[in-house]
């Protein structure tokens, strides 16, 4: 019997996640949900988790084989309605052996007051034949192979035989994006394996080439609306990417259009700091290998704007971690300024050479939630406004001017009570106005509203244009097309594409291709 959800709209604060959608996922089947990030794919899949709920009053139902429910309460209603669901990070604990982890999640079945190991190593071994998985029941999962340690999740979340009577939909969410592509086709076998069983099969995912080879069903998510749903073998890549890529969402820039009092030069001038001088070599790679990334070499000259992009298992999560010196180098040179930079980089080091970093995670690496808005902006220099009261103020008011921070007359408001428009955007000011020779922004615009993220991209502009070297990378990469002077594309690792106007490829549809192939 098929799983069928109708209906299902999930509302934020100004944002329509989800808009009146509906699916079939049928027995035997493999089926693709498909989707840009923000489309809706990850909503979908909380929702028939029990960690998001439908809209009230939109008329939602979830049928599991004749068991209809408006919303799926709780994590633990969907395992009992028989929803079962692998994550991109498997539940494993890499001190523990296999057996370990299984009979952690399972529950250590006791003989008295002590664990029934016999029982365990019985119940492991079942399910490692069960489902093919050929590694020794005592080994750390740290030294699993990543398609074994997603099947052995997977296997923890079906269970033996008798368990797996109970399955009504299993739920892959972007299970293989941490997988290498070499490893997938075993992992996407036993995926196989698991359909033919008379279970459908939900698979959230970035990679075109396994939908293609694996799948049988596709859905197309696109700002939260179902555009296409239908066989895998009625379509192909190009219209795949086609129905993916977000219409109308071009950001013009335009710098000045909304006038400040201040600018970044003012700024800059005001803490006696100088713009980097005009050079075609400000930073530089030579053959970089670190973990995730294989022989990356580029160069990045002074104000340019560079998007490197890649779909998520390519390396571009490595990359700005490697720059802001947060992830150790194997081999190969990192160079700013013609200035070699140590292989076990710090991010104290990497500032004081001239590399600030916008994290992707911004509560937690961007900023501190727990202190105030003007303890935020000037922690890069602290000791520059030691016993300077009015220096520290004239410098929050040129940045709350400058990047338009709301409310921004308010410096002792904590932090965490900003919006996430306003808190990416003095946290760009926060670095900003250290005047950094490359500024590396990862994921700039996620989690933050269209006035906001104009905004970040017009000060982008503006301090490209004084001559600082800017690197993006994107959750969001087709936004990048206009503001980009050139694209680099990571596959596996390596740099695959160059991406520029004289090429021909800096366009939306090309930027889609290497991100969601």
Known sequence: MPIIAKNISVSFPGVKALSDASFRFEENRIHAVLGANGSGKSTLV???????????????????????????????????????????????????????????????????????????????????????????????????????????????????????????????????????????????????????????????THRMKEVMSYCDDISILNGGKLVFTGLKDDVNENFIISKMIRQGNDVDIKIGEEQTTFSMEDLWKLLDKQPPKKTSSILELQHLVAKGLNDVSFTVRSGEILGIIGNPDSGVKELPMVLGGDLEIESGTYMVENKVLPKSLSPRKAYQSGVSVLPSDRPTRGCIMSCTLQENLLLPNLIQYWNKSKLAKKTMAMCVDIFDIHPGNNYSMLFGKFSGGNQQKAIMAKWLSTCPKVFVLDDPTYGVDPASRIRIFEAIKEAADKQVAMVIFSTEPEQLVNICTRMIALHNGEIKAELTPENGLLTRQEIARWCYL
């Open 46 to 204: 909380k929702v028939l988790t029990g960690n998001y709920h439908p809209d009230k009053n939109c008329n939602a139902s979830i049928d599991f084989n004749g068991n209809i429910v408006s919303d799926i309460l709780t994590p633990r209603q969907a395992d009992s309605l028989g929803v079962r669901v692998v994550h991109q990070e498997s539940p494993l604990l890499n001190t523990f052996t296999v057996a370990e982890c299984v009979a952690l999640f399972k529950g250590f079945p006791k003989k008295g007051f002590r664990i029934d190991w016999k029982r365990v190593n019985s119940y492991i071994n079942e399910l490692l034949e069960l489902y093919n998985i050929k590694v020794d029941p005592q080994m750390l999962t740290d030294d699993l192979t990543a398609a074994d340690r997603n099947m052995i999740a997977m296997a923890m979340a079906m269970g033996n035989e008798e368990e797996m009577k109970s399955t009504k939909l299993l739920v892959l969410d972007e299970a293989d994006a941490s997988i290498p592509e070499s490893e997938t086709e075993s992992f996407l076998q036993r995926v196989h394996y698991v359909a033919n069983l008379g279970i459908p099969v939900v698979m959230v």
